[in-house]
């Protein structure tokens, strides 16, 4: 018999993670610590008790799952993933995942890995503006779909079942395309977030969608009023009308809970919402839960449901609770497969190999990518037809310090081994080739310099903590790239984009028309980071390999395997010139 009930009200709460970059334990592998508060085993107790206050739930992973640790590393070396479950997998489908959306580093490692690592995913994985191309893969057309639909069944307080659709869109960066071309180009087509998001929302409610879930990896523009990005494009998809909660991801920020999109119009920090839309970011590596619990009206008389209240919070994953003992041990053979493949030895340094000042003076482990990038470069070069030109190599630090009391990826002189290099190089890069000229690597360099605080002669004072007081800590570390083959002095006196001169080349002050091929990582050829110039067209060669695997075979190139360069005190930062060696 029907309810005599006008309105009956419940609540939907909706649980995202976003860019766990394949931590599952919660231990790093680099430090061979356990890390407390860190990987999906730890989130898991944060999804343990969301689920108990609210029991009508969705668990959605939002992108960035399968890249990005020492384990995938192993999984992509060594384990069978056509033949059988990625582990990473049997720990979404132990926590009953609802739906799944792709995220860029998805793609990192080809569409076959990418059909066979969700191939035994016990829930839709989607993705609304990635389109298939005849070229891909059969078994990935046959695991992807456009958008998830779930059906909920909700039994109101005179125990009748009231339906509950779903629908879950999701989306990501089209510049998966640049960055992985070599493993995308005629396979798949991206098209735009925002258009297709739209397109798919208004399908999806004419289809008869009760609530609207966008699963977007994808962040906004931080530290500015513009919120025009095709990257970042988080505040123009908050303006879709027919969206009920917003999941982003991709810049690793938690929402609420920052200030950074804080110059925005119509963002709430604290509440949550942007736009009027509530939004959420879970942060990196499994930190937070990102909570969005919608409160549901149901209307008796017309037989649907309307958002009327929603909630927004990243819930920061407890550090005291231990991690859960059932996910690490779903995943301990992989784990202890991952400690044996990390200790293989691949030769020696006679130099230490660090990171922590690379922010203001030459860095020896920057060096020794740079060198290794050169020696690809070479080897590639010479299989094609094109001109011989100069070569140089640029390459930023991934794990530098912004201060003086800050750790760093340090690998000290003696044996190196697999883990030592996946240390030194932690992203899943190929080696492009770039042409430019010698105003173009100026301008290069002039976006590297913004890394630099600006700062006034009093400031400036040789070696001390006015080095560290340079550094400008809203510019990431991998952004500030130095170019080997190349001398110059960065002025942090100067204006913005100002403040590289006396640079030279050979020893001669390089010519603006000069040319030269620069070995990159792919993502920055390809537009990573916005550095003028360098948008994929300036590209004239792509390599193949992983770059860890170009450290790995330069190091068996060398004589006895052994790396024992100096490090190169090519470029300078003004003030700091007499500062130690890195």
């Known amino acids: 018999m029907p309810s005599t009930n006008k309105n009956f009200s419940t609540t939907l709460r909706i649980m995202e993670t976003s860019d766990v970059h394949g931590q599952v334990r919660s231990f790093d592998y680099f430090s061979q610590q356990s890390q407390a508060g860190f990987g999906l085993a730890a989130t898991a107790n944060a999804i343990e008790q969301a689920r108990q206050q609210q029991p009508l739930n969705l668990l959605i992973e939002n992108g960035d799952l399968i890249q990005g640790s020492a384990l995938a590393d192993w999984a992509v070396a060594e384990y069978p993933v056509a033949e059988q479950t990625h582990p990473i997998l049997k720990v979404l489908n132990a926590l009953n995942y609802d739906v799944a959306n792709l995220g860029n580093h998805e793609f990192n490692f080809g569409l076959e890995f990418l059909a066979d690592t969700y191939r035994d995913a016990q829930f839709p994985v989607i993705s609304s503006n990635l389109q298939l191309l005849e070229a891909a893969p059969e078994k990935l057309k046959q695991r992807l779909v456009s958008q998830a639909w779930i059906d909920l069944a909700v039994t109101d307080t005179q125990g009748t079942e009231l339906p509950l659709k779903v629908a ?4 990501l960066p089209p510049q998966i395309m640049q960055w992985d071309q070599h493993h995308l180009a005629n396979k798949v087509e991206v098209l735009p977030m925002l258009s297709s998001a739209q397109h798919a929302v208004r399908r999806v409610r004419e289809q008869g969608a009760d609530v609207v879930i966008l699963a977007a990896h994808t962040g906004m523009p931080k530290q500015t009023s513009d919120p025009d990005d095709n990257e970042q494009a988080g505040w123009l998809l908050a303006g879709i009308d027919g969206v009920d909660a917003l999941l982003l991801g991709h810049q690793h920020e938690v929402f609420p809970g920052t200030e950074v999109y804080n110059a925005l119009s119509d963002v709430d920090s604290s509440k949550g919402t942007i736009r009027g839309t509530p939004a959420v970011q879970p942060g ?76 203001w003076q030459p860095s020896s482990a920057v060096q020794f990518v740079q060198r290794a990038q050169v020696w690809q470069a070479q080897q590639l070069l010479s299989a094609t037809e094109l001109p011989e030109l100069p070569i140089l190599s640029a390459a930023a630090p991934f794990d530098a310090a912004y201060t003086d009391a800050d750790q760093a990826t340090t690998i000290a002189a003696g044996p190196l081994t697999r883990g030592a290099i996946g240390d030194l190089y932690r992203y899943p890069n190929t080696l492009d080739i770039v042409k430019l000229n010698g105003a173009q690597l100026h301008a290069w360099l002039e976006r590297s310099a913004e890394g630099v605080h600006a700062a006034t002669a009093p400031a400036i004072a040789e070696g001390g903590p006015s080095c560290w007081s340079l550094i400008n800590p809203e510019f990431p570390h991998y952004n500030f790239d130095s170019i080997l083959g190349l001398s110059y002095q960065i002025d942090p006196q100067q204006a913005v984009g ?62 006895e395997q052994n790396f024992v360069e100096e490090t190169d005190r090519h470029w300078q930062l003004v003030g700091c010139e007499a500062n130690k060696k890195a």
Do not use: C
């Not at 879950?168 to 989306?171: A, S």
């Not at 028309?513 to 620069?518: I, L």
């Open 168 to 171: 879950v869109v999701g989306v």
């Open 284 to 359: 990196l590596y499994g930190s937070h839960l990102g909570l969005i619990d919608l409160t549901l009206s149901y209307n008796y008389s017309q037989a649907s449901w309307q958002v009327i209240d929603a909630q927004s919070e990243s819930r920061a994953v407890s550090k005291t609770i231990p991690a859960n003992a059932h996910i690490e041990e779903l995943v301990n053979e992989a784990h202890q497969a991952t400690l044996t493949f990390m200790q293989q030895p691949i030769g020696t340094t006679s130099r230490t190999l660090s990171y922590r000042t690379a922010r």
């Open 498 to 559: 100002e403040r590289v001169s006396e640079i030279r080349y050979d020893g001669k002050p390089l010519q603006a028309e000069q040319e030269f091929y620069v070995a990159t990582n792919n993502y920055r050829a390809n537009g990573g980071g916005d550095f003028p110039h360098l948008d994929g067209s300036t590209t004239v060669v792509r390599g193949a390999d992983m770059l860890s695997d170009v450290l790995l075979k330069y190091i068996d190139s060398l004589p």
